[in-house]
């Protein structure tokens, strides 16, 4: 059964510093892996995507990370920012028709 | 549309009154996907259209939820006589083909039954 689990729950820091979120995840056959970031009532958006061979993408102040053979990934967010405050939800996609397997994500609050 | 259109936006709804919600997918797109987010959880996975074919439904929780997509484009969820379990957000995803190129959401119907 395809199975995402993401760390921590929940996560609060202050404004300016460093996080990293962690997602292990049990998919097969695998292709593609996204972080999507969804503000309380909205949909998810994409952050980042990254096939089996990359092991980092960037996009402005959040890198993620794959290692496709131990099926873990992480997304560091730096110089964090209020707006950061959202859920960041992990989904790794299969090949062909892509019914996903979602995390229940990690719900990260950026205090000033 | 530049992106994936739901309306409404918020429903409130009676118990046992029916209800649809409406997905207005990016032109183009192949692949619609309905999916349903719990208060605090990810998205479930309701039903997926390839163009007007509903190819799994296997997400949906009992045959009081139905989804078409007649033509290819828009779709509708229709959820009948509404219980107070099915209120959530509901998401619309659109994809331009089944491998999930430019997979992107919908800002969601948060449907409330009292």
């Known amino acids: 059964k395809n199975q995402v689990e993401q760390s921590p729950q929940s996560l609060i820091i202050l404004e300016g510093k460093n996080c990293t979120l962690q997602?292990?995840?049990?998919?097969?056959?695998?292709?593609?892996l996204r972080w999507y970031k969804q503000d309380t009532g909205r949909g998810p958006v994409s952050l980042t995507i990254?096939?089996?061979?990359?092991n980092t993408k960037s996009n402005g102040r959040y890198t993620a990370t794959l290692d496709a053979d131990t099926k873990q990934s992480s997304l560091h967010i730096t110089a964090s920012q209020l707006s950061d405050s959202a859920s960041y939800i992990c989904?790794?996609?299969?090949?062909?028709?892509?019914?996903?397997?979602f995390g229940t994500g990690t719900k990260l609050q950026v205090i000033p | 549309g530049a992106g994936v259109s739901q309306s409404p936006r918020y429903k409130v709804a009676k118990r046992g009154q029916d209800v649809a919600l409406r997905c207005d997918p990016i032109?183009?797109?192949?692949?619609l996907f309905w999916y349903q987010q719990a208060l605090g959880q990810g998205p479930e996975f309701l039903t997926y259209?390839?163009?007007?074919?509903?190819?799994?439904k296997s997400g949906l929780p009992s045959d009081r939820f139905f989804a078409e997509r007649p033509e290819g484009s828009v779709s509708t969820l229709k959820i009948q006589r509404t219980q107070q379990e099915d209120s959530a957000v509901y998401l619309c995803?659109?994809?331009?083909?089944?491998?999930?190129?430019?997979?992107?959401f919908g800002s969601g119907t948060r449907l409330t039954v009292v």
């Open positions: 990254m096939t089996f061979s990359e």
């Open positions: 995803a659109s994809s331009l083909n089944d491998r999930g190129d430019g997979y992107t």
């Open positions: 032109s183009g797109h192949v692949s």
């Open positions: 259209f390839q163009n007007e074919a509903q190819l799994d």
């Open positions: 989904v790794p996609f299969s090949g062909g028709y892509q019914k996903v397997t």
């Open positions: 997602c292990n995840y049990t998919v097969s056959p695998f292709s593609n």
